[in-house]
């Protein structure tokens, strides 16, 4: 029987990367800056359609927040809207500045955001503060894009800017077009676990060249043009390195074929598991969304299947396949639980809504929390041959059949 060890998400090489690490290596270059990060930068501005120069390569996607929410003058007290199912990474960065996250709720269809509850959430933070939110961060979780339509709408109506985290989306698209270009700025990542890596980093699309300059100028730790080092401001050392960048530009080469081969693989997890009582699939709601599939990922409804989901988590930990839970919404994390969530009251789809500041409920009855609890990721990455998807596949059947 074969058991070796199936992963959630590896990074898979091209074989052009080392041609670009290499260049690095004979000019020289192997400090943050140089030929491969302006080349990186570029690929991806490319690739997203852009007409200028609003790319800037940085040392993860966290970076690239932190520098947005700067740019966005977010400042110590203020609150900035984030959505509460998704990565710490898109929140943290909030609290850096000494600011407040306020988390909103998922919708059903999408996983992210719901936009009418984030405009309960800003009408009620007016009331509640006397001061509109600075930002709304809504994310495109797992390679879904968010309803952007509506949430620009809303966002648009209430003069608060946006900052897209599309960290898992790079290349997915909203109505034809890239997830990323919807905000005054967005995030994206490179880890290792990502539709393309650079080993660790990220970048930061901003709305025109000038903003970039400046993301630039404060990446490398803000130092003025002078012959000696001088610092008018705070500065951070943000900036990725001409190596890791040189691994980016390989997996650019690669990008369009890691995108197709995540949906193949969601495709064929589909036609495996179809039918099957009890198991759904998240699948974009219409032709108007195109997600990546960066991972395909299931809910399990017990009450159906005869099994939950962390019996099914188990069962391939037993079976050595790496899942995981989809993530713990930030509003039931013990380091975020003091501040505002704008929830669903319920599982089914309704506008009510509750408003939870550090009195948690016995049990979480929030859209997200119900997705964290019934929701697991299955292993998906370029590696994975179809003997592979066929003993993840079989796990599944085989709990269901007990």
């Known amino acids: 029987m074969n058991n070796k060890k199936i992963w959630l998400s590896l990074a898979h090489m091209g074989g052009e990367e080392q041609k670009f690490i290499q260049s690095a290596f004979d000019t020289n270059w192997v400090v943050p800056l140089g030929p491969n990060v ?3 930068e570029k690929d991806l501005e490319e690739f997203l359609g852009l007409k200028a120069a609003n790319v800037v390569a940085l040392s993860s996607g966290t970076a690239a927040i932190h520098l947005a929410l700067i740019h966005l003058g977010v400042q110590l007290g203020d609150e900035v809207i984030c959505q509460s199912f998704t990565f710490s990474a898109s929140a943290n960065p909030i609290a850096y500045l000494g600011a407040k996250p306020v988390f909103v709720d998922s919708e059903v269809e999408t996983w992210n955001i719901d936009p009418k509850l984030l405009e309960i959430a800003i009408e009620d933070r007016i009331k509640v503060t006397g001061n509109k939110p600075k930002a709304i961060i809504p994310v495109h979780l797992y390679g879904m894009p968010a309803k952007m339509n509506e949430i620009i709408e809303v966002a648009t109506r209430y003069g608060i800017p946006i900052l897209e985290d599309a960290a898992e989306a790079l290349g997915s698209k909203y109505k034809g077009r890239f997830c990323g270009t919807f905000g005054e700025f967005a995030c994206l990542s490179f880890n290792g676990n990502k539709i393309i890596t650079t080993s660790g980093g990220g970048a930061l699309v901003c709305s025109n060249a ?7 100028f404060l990446a490398t730790q803000a130092r003025d043009n002078a012959p000696h080092y001088q610092h008018s401001h705070i500065g951070y050392n943000y900036r990725l390195s001409n190596i890791c960048a040189g691994i980016g530009r390989g997996q650019m080469l690669v990008l369009d074929e890691h995108i197709s081969v995540r949906r193949e693989i ?12 009890g198991i759904s699939f998240l699948s974009n709601p219409s032709d108007e969304f195109e997600s990546n599939m960066w991972l395909t990922c299931i809910l399990v409804d017990p009450k159906v299947a005869g099994f939950t989901r962390e019996d099914l988590r188990l069962a391939m930990e037993d079976a050595n396949i790496e899942t995981r839970p989809l993530w713990k919404p930030m509003h039931l994390q013990p380091v975020f639980e003091k501040y505002p969530f704008y929830g669903n009251s319920d599982s089914s789809r309704n506008t009510s809504f509750s408003t939870y500041q550090g009195q948690l409920p016995d049990f979480d009855k929030s859209i997200s929390g119900q997705l964290f609890k019934k929701g697991l990721c299955l292993p998906s990455h370029p590696g994975l041959s179809d003997e592979d998807l066929k003993r993840v596949s079989e796990v599944v059947l085989r709990l269901a059949e007990k």
């Open 38 to 40: 302006d080349g990186f």
């Open 210 to 216: 000038e903003t970039a300059g400046v993301t630039k």
């Open 266 to 277: 969601n495709s064929k997890y589909k036609k495996m598991l179809q039918g099957l009582p």
